[in-house]
């Protein structure tokens, strides 16, 4: 298993060309994911991206329909990775 430092490089490394939100330490993520591969911290940045994607999407069909108000989210922010 990957130790702190090897995490938070995975975390850092995956995150690279992503917008996140300034309420996401990887710092903190990197803790709480202890005992996680690499593998599995991969597919968690990977899966947050593509809800956040996945959002967008729908906010911007919304809006071109008149049924959203305001800008359609452009950053993975943290309920983007909340895991199910």
């Not at 803790?31 to 593998?39: D, H, P, R």
Request: glycine fraction near 6%; include cysteine.
């Amino acid at each position: 298993m990957p130790d702190y430092g090897s995490r938070l490089a995975i975390l850092k490394a995956t995150f690279r060309k992503a917008k996140l939100s300034p309420d996401i330490s990887l710092e903190y993520l990197a803790e709480c994911l202890e005992g996680y591969t690499g593998a599995d911290l991969s597919e968690i940045c990977q899966h947050a991206a593509k809800v956040a994607i996945k959002q967008n999407i729908e906010e911007e069909i919304k809006k071109i329909k008149g049924l959203f108000k305001g800008e359609p989210v452009e950053i993975i922010d943290v309920h983007h990775l909340e895991y199910r």
